[in-house]
């Protein structure tokens, strides 16, 4: 597979991914409150089942495109302050990780019932936070 469309592909679901938190934070999470009870429950039921279908989908991809672009990388791990570049690329690949993070803690307070409404709003507020600055310091490696 050649770069351009490994970058290509990684950057399609990293816009798919933080479109989906953007929509889930500051589009749904402000609508649901005109909706009654019973609605918001079958709303947040059917969205949800589409989103993890696909969202695992975009996660795969963007995951995966990730490993494949970091992988010629690596040896500036070793030492993430030897440059911008490899300070801004651990400071991504963290990010990266805490995002996984968060997905553990979902499938965690799910399993356990234990995800409120106003638990599930931080969560995605979090994820659409780190996914955020996770792109600025994409971003900023080929600047600076």
Known sequence: MSYLLIKTLHLLAAIAFIGTLFFQVAILGASRHALDESDR?????????????????????????????????????NDPFASNFALLLSLKILLAVLIVGHYVLLIVLRMRNAAGERGMRLINLSLLLHAVLLVVCAKAMFVL
Do not use: E, F
């Open 41 to 77: 429950t079958r709303l947040s039921q059917a969205l949800g089942k589409r989103a993890r279908h696909v969202i695992h989908i975009v996660a795969l991809v963007l995951y995966g495109c990730g490993i494949l672009l970091v992988w010629p990388y690596r040896q500036l791990l």
